[in-house]
T-cell receptor
Framework: DAKTTQPTSMDCAEGRAANLPCNHSTISGNEYVYWYRQIHSQGPQYIIH???NNETNEMASLIITEDRKSSTLILPHATLRDTAVYYCIVRGIMEYGNKLVFGAGTILRVKS | DAGVIQSPRHEVTEMGQEVTLRCKPISGHDYLFWYRQTMMRGLELLIY????????DSGMPEDRFSAKMPNASFSTLKIQPSEPRDSAVYFC????????????FGSGTRLTVV
């Protein structure tokens, strides 16, 4: 069962912020929101994850709504190298053997 | 750190032949995952290991597929006999613990079965 809903594709101008939305209305209390991306011909790359507080690292920021039913990944200054498929994944952490399951993701195209 | 290393990068084989894909995880990582990616089905988890022991192989498509992890630094995914529908990119990933701080993926092996 799909736990997340993402737009199929988005465009962003180089140097501008890229805001990638994700809906996860059925998220439960022990489930985290993870973001990965996959640049063409490469393996997926971990970006960031969070539970309910906003998170920031050197790659991106993750904003989670107060009801946790949706989130937004923000790339503050998108470059052409950020063109990739971005996956939003909901994953529980309490059960042993919980797996990382990828959906279709959002194709982000950064244009000059 | 060299990351997760997969070999070969590309493999072309004839239908019916045996294919072996190889993976070297990051040193110290105790979980190893094999994924397959196709246009039709996206990224699918095939099997994963914890401390060299297979934990969940429910994603392995059929008996033609087998995976082993003889030690902490090496794993193989074997297809015998191979079929054209096995053509895909196969990724190996490793993590420390259950990967709650992220998995590290290799660059993948692109398999073409003709």
């Amino acid at each position: 069962d799909a736990k997340t809903t993402q737009p199929t594709s988005m465009d962003c101008a180089e140097g501008r912020a890229a805001n990638l939305p994700c809906n996860h209305s059925t998220i439960s209390g022990n489930e985290y929101v993870y973001w990965y991306r996959q640049i063409h011909s490469q393996g997926p790359q971990y970006i960031i994850h969070g539970l309910k507080n906003n998170e920031t690292n050197e790659m991106a920021s993750l904003i989670i709504t107060e009801d946790r039913k949706s989130s937004t990944l923000i790339l503050p200054h998108a470059t052409l190298r950020d063109t990739a498929v971005y996956y939003c994944i909901v994953r529980g952490i309490m059960e042993y053997g919980n797996k990382l399951v990828f959906g279709a993701g959002t194709i982000l195209r950064v244009k000059s | 750190d060299a990351g997760v290393i997969q070999s070969p990068r590309h493999e072309v084989t004839e239908m019916g032949q045996e294919v072996t894909l190889r993976c070297k995880p990051i040193s110290g990582h105790d979980y190893l995952f094999w994924y397959r990616q196709t246009m039709m089905r996206g990224l699918e988890l095939l099997i994963y290991f914890n401390n060299n022991v297979p934990i969940d192989d429910s994603g392995m498509p059929e008996d033609r597929f087998s995976a082993k992890m003889p030690n902490a630094s090496f794993s193989t995914l074997k297809i015998q006999p191979s079929e054209p529908r096995d053509s895909a990119v196969y990724f190996c990933a490793s993590s420390l613990g259950q990967g709650f701080s992220g998995y590290t993926f290799g660059s993948g092996t692109r398999l073409t079965v003709v």
